[in-house]
Protein backbone atom coordinates (compact mmCIF):
# COMPACT_ATOMS: atom_id res chain seq x y z
CA UNK A 1 0.00 0.00 0.00
CA UNK A 2 1.40 3.63 -0.74
CA UNK A 3 0.71 6.42 1.34
CA UNK A 4 -0.94 9.17 -0.06
CA UNK A 5 1.54 11.76 1.97
CA UNK A 6 4.29 10.35 0.10
CA UNK A 7 3.42 9.86 -3.24
CA UNK A 8 4.20 12.43 -5.56
CA UNK A 9 1.78 14.81 -6.76
CA UNK A 10 1.71 16.81 -10.28
CA UNK A 11 2.21 20.79 -9.60
CA UNK A 12 -1.27 22.67 -8.98
CA UNK A 13 -2.13 24.75 -12.67
CA UNK A 14 -2.90 27.82 -11.66
CA UNK A 15 -6.48 28.83 -12.07
CA UNK A 16 -7.78 30.14 -15.34
CA UNK A 17 -8.63 33.91 -15.21
CA UNK A 18 -12.28 34.08 -17.19
CA UNK A 19 -12.81 36.43 -19.83
CA UNK A 20 -14.61 39.62 -18.57
CA UNK A 21 -17.93 39.05 -19.81
CA UNK A 22 -17.81 35.48 -17.92
CA UNK A 23 -16.77 37.10 -14.69
CA UNK A 24 -20.39 38.00 -11.83
CA UNK A 25 -18.70 41.20 -10.25
CA UNK A 26 -17.79 43.16 -13.25
CA UNK A 27 -21.46 42.19 -15.05
CA UNK A 28 -22.99 42.58 -12.27
CA UNK A 29 -21.60 45.99 -12.00
CA UNK A 30 -22.84 46.25 -15.61
CA UNK A 31 -26.19 44.91 -14.72
CA UNK A 32 -26.88 47.54 -12.16
CA UNK A 33 -25.14 50.47 -14.11
CA UNK A 34 -28.16 49.32 -16.79
CA UNK A 35 -30.95 49.36 -14.13
CA UNK A 36 -29.99 52.87 -12.84
CA UNK A 37 -30.06 54.27 -16.10
CA UNK A 38 -33.72 53.24 -16.63
CA UNK A 39 -34.54 54.44 -14.00
CA UNK A 40 -33.21 57.91 -14.58
CA UNK A 41 -34.99 57.36 -18.10
CA UNK A 42 -38.07 56.55 -16.39
CA UNK A 43 -38.13 60.25 -13.99
CA UNK A 44 -36.38 62.65 -16.93
CA UNK A 45 -38.69 65.20 -17.60
CA UNK A 46 -36.72 66.00 -21.34
CA UNK A 47 -37.26 63.92 -23.63
CA UNK A 48 -40.30 61.63 -24.57
CA UNK A 49 -38.10 58.85 -26.52
CA UNK A 50 -35.85 58.33 -23.36
CA UNK A 51 -39.54 57.50 -21.34
CA UNK A 52 -40.70 55.71 -23.92
CA UNK A 53 -37.54 52.91 -23.60
CA UNK A 54 -36.82 53.61 -19.98
CA UNK A 55 -39.30 50.16 -18.88
CA UNK A 56 -37.33 48.23 -21.73
CA UNK A 57 -33.89 49.26 -20.44
CA UNK A 58 -35.42 48.61 -16.92
CA UNK A 59 -36.52 45.13 -17.92
CA UNK A 60 -33.29 44.30 -19.68
CA UNK A 61 -31.03 45.18 -16.94
CA UNK A 62 -33.26 43.15 -14.23
CA UNK A 63 -33.36 40.53 -16.84
CA UNK A 64 -29.50 40.32 -16.69
CA UNK A 65 -28.78 40.92 -13.65
CA UNK A 66 -31.06 37.17 -12.97
CA UNK A 67 -29.01 35.94 -15.23
CA UNK A 68 -25.42 37.87 -14.31
CA UNK A 69 -26.12 36.30 -10.60
CA UNK A 70 -25.34 32.56 -11.97
CA UNK A 71 -22.08 32.61 -13.33
CA UNK A 72 -19.17 31.89 -10.82
CA UNK A 73 -17.18 34.05 -9.49
Known sequence: MSDPLLTPQSPALPPRRRPFFLRRGPMEAVAVTVIGLGFLMLFQPFALVLYTYSL???????????????FPE
Open 56 to 70: VTLLAGTFMFMIVSK
